[in-house]
């Protein structure tokens, strides 16, 4: 049936309704395109015809080559400009000294998302899409974002939050614990949409959710201060002079570098260890990000070559055996003896 033929016959309404339904562009986006390449150039008229002749028909939904066609250009052309119109809003805020780290990265942000929602709309109205006709699938794409797409939407208003209360922004060092176990700390390099980028000493790099960064607690570094001590347990002898080993411990912290002379190292008396007694240094730096192990390790080895050079030396384990007087003891002594004897006798 054409539309001559629904014009002069005079058919039921019912019939008439159904033909109307067939007839009714799915995209009227694509046919205003298909009208004004034809009106402007007859070969290309004919080739958009031909695109649009080849279609496949799924009740009352038409769908032709020359649908895709279109669809995929405006894709294309959506997202490259919402890409590059992104990049650009990222560079002119970088230029503006007024914003701070924090500031800079919530500006992108949001800039970026009110981009790439303008994007979306002008797409859907260049295509001609009526959105009246998405209302049969409205409530199960609120179900699927409601259960498929809750954390992704969770961590973007975390980040958001993040940024906004500068609570965690990217230099900070912040201390985790990986799933091992095992505690570390790192320096924020990145904040995305939906992780944290934490990068460690070893170069190893943590993808931390947004929203575990919220919940859980975080040991941040370099909130309000850089200034972070380190401290270095040391054990001396019983016999040594303690005035002196302190002495040497400040000497020992002072000569690192990295070491803060506000506030100075001091040396705390921890306890009366087994072994000696043991002390603790306490030491200042302000680039926890460059590592606390390499500071420590200064230290002790400073102190090292400082006690061999004062003839104090670094207590090793001792232990007291008590000895039962039993049968197998008095044979094993006795073959000692034995042995002793018979040693000299040669």
Partial sequence: MNIA??????????ATATAVVIRQPQMSGADGIKDAVASRSDTFGDVVNTLDKLALQVGATRFSIWDFVVVVSVLALVITVAWGASRLSSRILA????????????????????????????????????????TVFSGAFGLAIGFGLQKTFGNLIAGIILLMDKSIKPGDVIAITDQGGQYTFGQIRRI??????????????????????????????????????????????????????????????????????????????????????????????????????????DVLKT????????????????????????????????????????????
Wanted: glycine content about 4%.
């Fill in 192 to 297: 995305g949409i939906r992780a944290v980028s934490l990068t460690t000493r070893d170069q190893k790099e943590y993808l931390i959710p947004n929203e575990n960064l919220m919940i859980n607690q975080v040991e941040n570094w370099s909130y309000s201060s850089r200034n972070v001590r380190i401290q270095v347990p040391v054990v001396i002898p019983y016999a040594c002079d303690i005035e002196q080993a302190e002495e040497l411990m400040l000497e020992s912290a002072r000569s690192v570098p990295r070491v803060l002379v506000a506030p100075p190292p001091t040396v705390w008396l921890d306890s009366f260890a087994e072994n000696g007694i043991a002390f603790v240094i306490h030491c200042w730096i302000t680039d926890p990000e460059e590592g606390i192990g390499n500071v420590r390790s």
């Fill in 303 to 346: 102190l090292w070559r400082l006690m061999r050079a004062n003839g104090i030396k670094v207590p090793f384990p001792q232990r007291d055996l008590n000895l039962r007087d039993t049968e197998a003891m008095r044979d094993l002594i006795e073959a000692i003896r034995g042995r002793q004897g018979s040693d000299e006798a040669d």
């Fill in 5 to 14: 033929a629904v014009a002069t016959a005079t058919p039921s309404p019912t």
């Fill in 95 to 134: 230029r503006a000294t007024g914003l701070d780290v924090t500031q800079r990265l919530l500006t992108e942000k949001m800039a970026s998302l009110f981009i790439w929602a303008i994007a979306i709309l002008v797409g859907i109205d260049v295509l001609g899409i009526d959105l009246t006709a998405l």
